[in-house]
């Protein structure tokens, strides 16, 4: 797994980060945490990191909180927009760990120790990773089976051919 902090209001984020790792090592898996500076950068350093092909997730962590210009819809629109893309076209579990609020009382509500969204983010994660391995494992067995039934089929129309006894 890996954990992508935006720095962007650093207390909400951290508290973030701290309940996706806790998440991650109660469920046993193995962490590496990268950091980027604000929420706009997340999809990219997502990107780069799935594309390492070194992890099963990449869990994005970030808060933005409404302010007085448009700059925050622009923002949550283009953050969610892209993550949501990447979690569509690359093989790794990406999930939405970003806050979108209207205020830091609201941010600090999701990021405590009650609810935390980057704990949730987390377990999505883990749902997500655990899923596409039993995709992985049914798609391998039901390839076994029908290697298995073309191989007696191919038998058995070889010894009822004419000619071949």
Same mark, same amino acid.
């Given at each position: 797994?890996?954990?992508? &902090?935006?720095?962007?209001?650093?207390?909400?984020?951290? $508290?973030?980060?701290?309940?996706?790792?806790?998440?991650?090592?109660?469920?046993?898996?193995? %962490?590496?945490? @990268?950091?980027?500076? #604000? $929420?706009?950068?997340? !999809?990219?350093?997502?990107?780069? /990191?799935?594309?390492? #092909?070194? @992890?099963?997730?990449?869990?994005?962590?970030?808060?933005?909180? &409404?302010?007085?210009? !448009?700059? @925050?819809?622009?923002?949550?629109?283009?953050?969610?927009?892209?993550?949501?893309?990447?979690?569509?076209?690359? !093989? %790794?579990?990406?999930? @939405?760990? %970003?806050?979108?609020?209207?205020?830091?009382?609201?941010?600090?509500?999701? +990021?405590? !120790?009650?609810?935390?969204?980057?704990?949730?983010?987390?377990?999505?994660?883990?749902? /997500?990773?655990?899923?596409?391995?039993? /995709?992985?494992?049914?798609?391998?067995?039901?390839?076994? +089976?029908?290697?298995?039934?073309?191989? &007696?089929?191919?038998?058995?129309?070889?010894? #009822?051919?004419?000619?071949?006894?």
């Amino acid at each position: 797994m890996a954990i992508v &902090r935006a720095r962007w209001n650093e207390d909400v984020t951290r $508290s973030l980060a701290q309940g996706a790792l806790r998440r991650a090592l109660a469920a046993g898996a193995t %962490v590496e945490e @990268f950091e980027v500076a #604000g $929420s706009f950068e997340l !999809p990219p350093a997502v990107a780069a /990191i799935a594309e390492t #092909g070194r @992890f099963d997730a990449v869990v994005p962590l970030g808060c933005l909180i &409404r302010g007085e210009t !448009p700059h @925050f819809d622009v923002l949550a629109h283009a953050v969610a927009g892209a993550l949501a893309r990447l979690a569509e076209s690359l !093989p %790794v579990a990406i999930p @939405f760990g %970003v806050l979108t609020c209207e205020n830091l009382e609201q941010a600090r509500a999701r +990021s405590g !120790p009650e609810r935390n969204v980057g704990a949730e983010a987390m377990d999505a994660a883990l749902e /997500i990773v655990a899923l596409r391995h039993a /995709i992985a494992a049914n798609a391998r067995r039901s390839s076994r +089976s029908a290697a298995t039934a073309r191989s &007696r089929a191919t038998r058995t129309k070889r010894r #009822g051919s004419p000619g071949k006894r």
